[in-house]
């Protein structure tokens, strides 16, 4: 990236039903509030295909206090820009209720803002850096090479994953169109360079580089408020309208 702050949207996505290992560690901590993992996204006009959410195993995630009655689950890295710029109160020293290990939260059910899927299921991914957005990564493997990677070997090896194929079982949805790929370009593009596993980490940051260009640049939309617009034009749309219905915010780091 060159220079400047890299502008990403904050998706909030609510928890519906924890895990049963992170219902017994949280106990009735949070009882009569509104918990949302936080994911940081820069394709916010994707989230309509979200089939699951990413965590990182053996990362750790704290529980932030963002007002009165919400709670942001993030790391807290994240959680101290988010005060910085006034995501969360208050400004100098996020509070930290409580904290779970990645590998606790997988399984627990979550909303997934505008997606045609109303609610995933959180699940591990070997890549997500602690050093980078939230450490909650949202999944769209239509678009994006490394979830669609991830969500393969996790289909393909649940038992050693340790996950219920179930929460697995969202199949790819198409979001938009591009002229090289055609609906489904993470697929196709896996299948092209005979990716293998999310271990595949040159070819699959190649890929990514390819779907970008190809999705951001020449990409139609499929779905939405603003189908038949070029992705181009509907990203700032579709953040805007998230926003507005207080399901995401602007996050910068
Ligand atoms: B993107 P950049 Cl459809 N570790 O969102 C690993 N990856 C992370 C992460 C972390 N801690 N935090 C965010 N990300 C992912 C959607 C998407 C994304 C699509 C296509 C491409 C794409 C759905 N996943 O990213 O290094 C998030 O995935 C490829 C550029 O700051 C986030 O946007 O450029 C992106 O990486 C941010 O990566």
Redesign the pocket.
Known sequence: ?GGGP?E?TGVKMEVVDWSPSAKEALGDCLTGKRVFLV?????PE?MYGQTNCFVGATLDYGFFSANETDVYVCSYRAARNMAFQDIISPRDNPTKITSLKGSQIIGTKIKAPFSINPEVYVLPME?????????V????PS??P??YAALMDLRKKADFYKIDPSWAAIDPVPVLSTPTYGEMTAPALIKLMKIQSQKDTVRLAEA?EL??KE?FYKGTMLIGDFKGLPVEEAKPKVRDQMIAANLAFAYAE
């Open positions: 990236e890299t990403y994911a940081a996204t820069l394709r994707t890549g997500v850096l602690p050093s980078k957005g939230t450490g990564v949202t999944s769209v678009d994006s490394d979830d990514k779907a970008y999705g």
